[in-house]
C-alpha cells in the first residue's frame, strides 16, 4: 500500500482508545471522541464538535457504536514463511491420522510425478494422539512424492522414505550440528527431523545448503503474500514482525513494498546466517521506512515450546530429556558481540529456562565488551522464568516476547511436558511486567493463532481451549488486565521494534494505524475476546479491510 495523500479525515466513534499504556486515561475525551487524520497521522484527539471546527473541510467517517483502538502490532510472527505454506496443505485442523494422511493423499493426486508434497501446521497433539508420525506412517501414501509433513511449531518435521532419499540423508547419515535426525532403536532413521535437520530442508533463511523444496517465483510469492496480509488485516493488525527473514524473503518484502502492495508495516528480523552479508550492505536496525524497517537480527538458542525440545534446567514431566541446546555458548556470545558491535538489535529465541540464561551471559558479556547506551536487545519467546533470569533482564533493559495465545492454544502439551506447576512460571506477562521489563504482543504464527483478540483472552484469563485441558486455567498467577493485554499488541510491540515514538497510540504525531472493533476490549467479557468483531482496519490514515467489503 502507497503513502496517503495529505487528505483531511475525521473519524469519529462511541469509543477511541488512544493508548493502552496506563499513563492516563485510554480514552480519547468528549461527548463524542474523534481523531483528527491528516495522511498517514494523527494530528488530534478530542471531541467531534471542536475538531470540526478546527478541521471543516475534513471528510467525515462515522463509525457508530464501534470501539477504535490502535492497530494490532503481532511482534514476533512468521509472515513469509505463513505466505510460503499456502503451496502446502494446512492440517492444523486434522483430527485423526486418517484424516491427516487423507488431505495428504488429496494433494498427491493433484501434483506431478515426483513433485514434493508438503503438509504444514501438523499438530500431533490434536492428530495423533501426541505421537508422531514416522516415515512408513508417510509412506502408506504410495512411493511418487516425497513428502515433508512440518509439525505446527515449525521446529521439526517428518520425511516419508523418498523424501528421505530426495534430501541425501541414510542411516548413515550424521546429525548436523544443532539439529538431530531421529533413530529409532535400531538406529534407522524414522524420518522425523528436529531443528537445523528440518532448517536445512525447508528455510532458505536459516538453511546451511540448499533446501529440498522447490523455491516460487516472484508472482506466485506476492500473490500468497497478499493472501497472508488478508487475513491479518482481517483481524486488526496493522503491522508485524517477521522474524525470519533471509535474501530471498527480503528481496519479496522489498517488491510487495516497491509495488504498492504492503497492507499491512513490516519489521523484519534477518536471520544469522546472513548477518555478515547484511551488515556489509549497511543493513543494520532502523535500516528501510514506516512500511518495511530491518528491526534487528534473528538467532535462535533452544527449540520449540510446544514440540518438547526446548532447553530447560528441569527435564520434561517423566523424562530425563532437557531439551536442544541449538547454538553453544561460545557461538551465541561471539554473535552477540558481532551484532551489538554493529549497532543492531539482536533478537535470540530462548524458551526454556536454561536457554534464556546463556543468552543473557552472552548479552552481558556484549555489553561488557562493547558499552552501547540505549541499545536493547530481545529474548524471542522468554517462555520460561524465574526471579534470576527477571533480575538479570532487568539490569540488561532487554525485551521480552513471550507467546500471547499459547495457553489458550496449546494447554493439553503445555501441561504434559512442563506440569502445572512449571506453568505458573511460563509466558509470565505478569511477573515481567511487575518487574518493569517491556513485554511485547507475539503470536508466532503460524505456530499459533494470529488473532490479537484470541491472545487477549488468554492472556486475561489463562484459560485453555484446548482438548481435555479446555476451560482449565493453567498458570493463574500470570493473569493480566484487559487493559495491559491491549498494551502488549500496541505500545509494548511497538517498543520492541524501536518504533515507540510514532507507533502503538492514537495521539497527535503517531500513524494513524487503527482497528475498528463491535465492542470495547476493556470492558467485554474477557472470556468472549475471541468472539468480538473486527469490523475495519486501517493503515495509515486509510482503511484497508472493511467486513462489510471483505475483498
Known amino acids: 500500500m502507497v503513502g496517503?495523500?495529505?487528505?483531511?479525515?475525521?473519524?469519529?466513534?462511541?469509543?477511541?482508545?488512544?493508548?493502552?499504556?496506563?499513563?492516563?486515561?485510554?480514552?480519547?475525551?468528549?461527548?463524542?471522541?474523534?481523531?483528527?487524520?491528516?495522511?498517514?497521522?494523527?494530528?488530534?484527539?478530542?471531541?467531534?464538535?471542536?475538531?470540526?471546527?478546527?478541521?471543516?473541510?475534513?471528510?467525515?467517517?462515522?463509525?457508530?457504536?464501534?470501539?477504535?483502538?490502535?492497530?494490532?502490532?503481532?511482534?514476533?510472527?512468521?509472515?513469509?514463511?505463513?505466505?510460503?505454506?499456502?503451496?502446502?496443505?494446512?492440517?492444523?485442523?486434522?483430527?485423526?491420522?486418517?484424516?491427516?494422511?487423507?488431505?495428504?493423499?488429496?494433494?498427491?493426486?493433484?501434483?506431478?510425478?515426483?513433485?514434493?508434497?508438503?503438509?504444514?501446521?501438523?499438530?500431533?497433539?490434536?492428530?495423533?494422539?501426541?505421537?508422531?508420525?514416522?516415515?512408513?506412517?508417510?509412506?502408506?501414501?504410495?512411493?511418487?512424492?516425497?513428502?515433508?509433513?512440518i509439525n505446527v511449531g515449525a521446529h521439526w518435521g517428518v520425511l516419508n522414505s523418498a523424501g528421505l532419499r530426495a534430501a541425501g540423508l541414510s542411516d548413515d547419515s550424521e546429525d548436523p550440528v544443532g539439529g538431530e535426525l531421529v533413530r529409532d532403536a535400531a538406529g534407522r532413521l524414522t524420518g522425523v527431523v528436529h531443528e537445523q535437520a528440518l532448517f536445512d530442508l525447508a528455510y532458505p533463511s536459516l538453511a546451511r545448503r540448499p533446501t529440498v523444496l522447490p523455491r516460487q517465483d516472484v508472482e506466485s510469492g506476492l500473490r500468497h503474500l497478499e493472501q497472508t496480509f488478508r487475513a491479518l488485516n482481517a483481524a486488526g493488525i496493522t503491522s508485524v514482525g517477521d522474524a525470519m527473514v533471509g535474501p530471498d524473503e527480503l528481496a519479496l518484502l522489498q517488491e510487495a513494498r516497491g509495488r504498492g502492495r504492503l497492507t499491512a508495516r513490516v519489521n523484519a528480523l534477518l536471520t544469522y546466517p546472513h548477518v555478515d552479508t547484511f551488515h556489509a550492505a549497511g543493513l543494520r536496525t532502523g535500516f528501510g521506512d514506516h512500511w518495511l524497517r530491518v528491526g534487528g537480527v534473528k538467532a535462535f538458542a533452544d527449540g520449540a515450546v510446544a514440540g518438547g525440545t526446548c532447553l530447560v534446567e528441569q527435564p520434561f514431566e517423566g523424562t530425563e530429556d532437557h531439551g536442544i541446546q541449538t547454538l553453544s555458548q561460545d557461538e551465541l556470545e561471539e554473535l552477540a558481540l558481532r551484532v551489538h558491535g554493529a549497532g543492531s538489535r539482536l533478537a535470540i529465541h530462548a524458551n526454556g529456562d536454561r536457554a534464556i540464561r546463556h543468552v543473557l551471559t552472552a548479552l552481558e558479556r556484549a555489553r561488557e565488551r562493547t558499552p552501547r547506551p540505549g541499545l536493547k536487545h530481545r529474548i524471542e519467546h522468554c517462555s520460561i522464568v524465574d526471579d534470576d533470569i527477571l533480575a538479570r533482564m532487568t539490569a540488561l533493559d532487554a525485551i521480552a516476547v513471550p507467546f500471547g495465545s499459547y495457553v489458550a492454544f496449546h494447554g493439553d502439551k503445555l501441561l504434559d511436558y512442563y506440569g502445572a506447576d512449571r506453568l505458573e512460571r511460563m509466558f509470565a506477562h505478569r511477573a515481567l511486567l511487575d518487574a518493569g521489563v517491556a513485554v511485547a504482543g507475539s503470536s508466532d504464527f503460524p505456530c499459533g493463532p494470529y488473532e490479537p483478540l484470541v491472545a487477549l483472552a488468554s492472556c486475561v484469563t489463562r484459560q485453555s481451549t484446548a482438548g481435555r485441558t479446555s476451560g482449565r486455567v493453567l498458570g493463574g498467577s500470570q493473569r493480566i488486565t484487559p487493559l495491559e493485554a491491549l498494551g502488549l499488541y500496541t505500545t509494548g510491540s511497538a517498543h520492541a521494534s524501536g518504533e515507540a515514538e510514532h507507533k502503538g497510540r492514537l495521539l497527535p504525531g503517531y500513524l494513524a494505524d487503527f482497528a475498528v472493533l463491535s465492542e470495547d476490549p476493556l470492558e467485554a467479557d474477557p472470556h468472549r475476546l475471541p468472539g468480538v468483531q473486527v469490523l475495519q482496519t486501517w493503515v495509515g490514515g486509510r482503511p484497508v479491510w472493511r467486513q462489510d467489503d471483505p475483498s
Do not use: C
Open 4 to 149: 496517503n495523500a495529505q487528505r483531511q479525515v475525521l473519524v469519529t466513534a462511541e469509543r477511541i482508545v488512544t493508548a493502552a499504556d496506563g499513563r492516563a486515561s485510554p480514552y480519547a475525551s468528549g461527548p463524542r471522541p474523534a481523531l483528527l487524520l491528516l495522511g498517514e497521522r494523527v494530528v488530534a484527539t478530542g471531541d467531534l464538535d471542536a475538531l470540526r471546527k478546527r478541521a471543516p473541510e475534513a471528510e467525515l467517517v462515522d463509525l457508530g457504536a464501534a470501539t477504535v483502538v490502535p492497530g494490532f502490532n503481532d511482534a514476533h510472527q512468521h509472515l513469509t514463511m505463513t505466505a510460503a505454506n499456502l503451496r502446502g496443505v494446512d492440517l492444523s485442523t486434522a483430527d485423526s491420522a486418517g484424516e491427516l494422511l487423507g488431505a495428504l493423499r488429496e494433494r498427491a493426486r493433484s501434483a506431478d510425478p515426483g513433485e514434493w508434497v508438503l503438509g504444514t501446521r501438523y499438530d500431533h497433539g490434536r492428530a495423533t494422539g501426541g505421537t508422531p508420525l514416522t516415515r512408513w506412517d508417510l509412506d502408506e501414501l504410495g512411493s511418487s512424492h516425497p513428502v515433508l509433513l
